[in-house]
């Protein structure tokens, strides 16, 4: 079991920047690949970025590549999210999530069983 809770959102302007941090307790972080993934109102999930649980290989989504970065410490058991470029599209709930039994592939929701409660980040125009 795994409890996350993330924190960092707020607002800014557009082309600023954003660093979430994601603190997990618990057991098994440091083998446990973790996600991010954002959703606004109304709006379906989307996956934004993974890790492995080395701190190695990471995967983005297409629409945050080139200004996102994902990567965690270990010792700390924390994951971050550094958001640069920001743009007024990024606007949503960001969660993340921790690796579940059925890996089913980073890009997926159902890949991870540990969720937090999100943190809002607003990007004005």
């Known amino acids: 079991q795994v409890q996350l809770v993330e924190s960092g959102g707020g607002l800014v302007q557009a082309g600023g920047s954003l660093r979430l941090s994601c603190a997990a307790s618990?057991?098994?972080?440091?083998?446990?690949?973790m996600g991010w993934f954002r959703q606004a109102p109304g709006k379906e999930r989307e996956f934004v970025a993974a890790i492995s649980w080395t701190g190695g290989p990471t995967n983005y989504g297409d629409s945050v590549k080139g200004r996102f970065t994902i990567s965690r410490d270990n010792a700390k058991n924390t994951a971050y999210l550094q958001m640069n470029s920001l743009k007024p599209e990024d606007t949503d709930v960001y969660y993340c999530?921790?690796?579940?039994?059925?890996?089913?592939?980073?890009?997926?929701?159902?890949?991870?069983?540990?969720w937090g409660q999100g943190t809002q980040v607003t990007v004005s125009s």
């Open positions: 999530a921790a690796e579940g039994r059925y890996w089913m592939g980073s890009e997926i929701g159902d890949s991870y069983d540990y």
């Open positions: 618990g057991r098994t972080f440091s083998n446990k690949r």
